[in-house]
């Protein structure tokens, strides 16, 4: 059974601050995932992590993955009060194409 | 874009009743899903289905059913709601020989009296 863990699970950081959010799964997965979702409304794709070693950015939000170590990171740059909202990461077991495990997500908080 | 559309965004029901949530996408994806989210258990997966009239269990089925006649629409089915069914409800798509990326809908909070 694949399992999804996301810490920490509550992040209070002030802006202009750096800090990492961890996904780690517990089978082997190619892929990996990360969404956020803003109060009150649904889930938003960030990053798809196709392969190891994989990087993508976008804004002030750097998503990688590492399949050896089952380890994907989202860092924070320089927080805003516009990145307050929760992250969630998401790995497939491989040989299921269809099945995204989720972690419990990470309630982002930039204070001003 | 691709579009997710969840029929009701806000649902009160009564403990017995039979409840039905709708969902329908528009860019032809082969696989749909519902998931339940609740504060401190994150989403977990109630069933999917990768083709018409095809459906899989998830992980927490129990109470649920699911129908999908056409391609476009995947419906989730509460044969007689319990108050421990109180939760958002959230559908989403992928295409099948994609990344597996999902798009989701904008929920269903559904409170079940």
């Known amino acids: 059974e694949l399992k999804v863990e996301q810490n920490p699970l509550f992040l209070s950081m002030q802006e202009g601050k750096n800090y990492t959010i961890y996904c780690n799964y517990s089978t082997t997965s190619d892929r990996l995932y990360w969404y956020r979702q803003d109060p009150g409304k649904s889930l938003e794709s960030l990053f798809v992590?196709?392969?190891?070693?994989a990087v993508k950015q976008e804004g002030r939000l750097m998503a990688s993955l590492d399949t050896k170590a089952r380890l994907s990171t989202l860092h924070i740059t320089a927080a805003v009060h516009d990145l307050s909202a929760t992250y969630f990461c998401a790995a497939v077991r491989r040989g299921s194409n269809y099945k995204l495990t989720f972690g419990k997500g990470t309630l982002l908080t930039v204070n001003p | 874009d691709v579009k997710v559309t969840q029929s009701s965004r806000y649902l009160v029901k009564r403990t017995g009743e039979k409840v039905f949530l709708e969902c329908v996408q528009d860019m032809d994806h082969e696989n749909m899903f519902w998931y339940r989210q609740d504060p401190g258990l994150g989403l977990r997966l109630i069933y999917f289905s990768y083709d018409v009239k095809m459906k899989e269990k998830g992980d927490i089925p129990e109470g649920y059913s699911v129908s999908r006649e056409k391609k476009e629409r995947f419906s989730l089915i509460l044969e007689s709601a319990s108050t421990n069914q109180t939760s958002m409800y959230l559908c989403?798509?992928?295409?099948?020989?994609?990344?597996?990326?999902?798009?989701f809908g904008e929920g269903s909070r559904l409170t079940v009296l």
């Open positions: 989403a798509s992928s295409h099948a020989r994609n990344t597996g990326e999902l798009f």
């Open positions: 992590l196709l392969s190891n070693g």
